[in-house]
């Protein structure tokens, strides 16, 4: 499995940042749904869980095709791994009281999240060899706060603290051979 990538101000650009995060805040379309392939029947055995907000965004936007080169180099850069396939760009948006539910992105090799608004933690499980249970990595949420890891890793978005939304931007990859 890939270690998991903490890049902190990955956009070094602090106004094309806050441009970003205000496009996909206020002007982007928020669904109530979620199109991973999650099954929501469990959830009604799981008081506590909830669906969010969730907008696929068009690759061929050129901000967004930047972005996903940007990781795509970023991870060429730190794993050595120079051809990647976008699987899905999307944002996720969370309100006060709306939890994250495990969860694998089994359609893809990395999950890359860029935090953009908000506030709480991301948890990503970590096996442990000869364990009987998983390590849970608890990584502050911090606008401009790029996290990459593997899809196999169970994971999920807390929720926020606070009444400001949280809003990530998720760029699934899938290795190209």
Known sequence: MIKNIIIDNFLKDKEFFKVLRKELLYRTGHFFQETSNFDYKKLK???????????????EDIAYRFLVHKVCTCLDRVLKIPHWRL????????????EGYWHEDGDADITAILMLNGSGSFSIKEKMPKMKNDKIKEIEFVPNRLIMFDSLKTHKGNKPDGKTPRMTLAIKLKKHV
């Open 45 to 59: 055995d799981k008081p506590g869980e909830s669906r969010f907000y969730s907008c696929d965004l068009n690759y």
């Open 87 to 98: 699987i899905r760009m999307y944002i996720n948006v969370q309100h006060t009281g709306m």
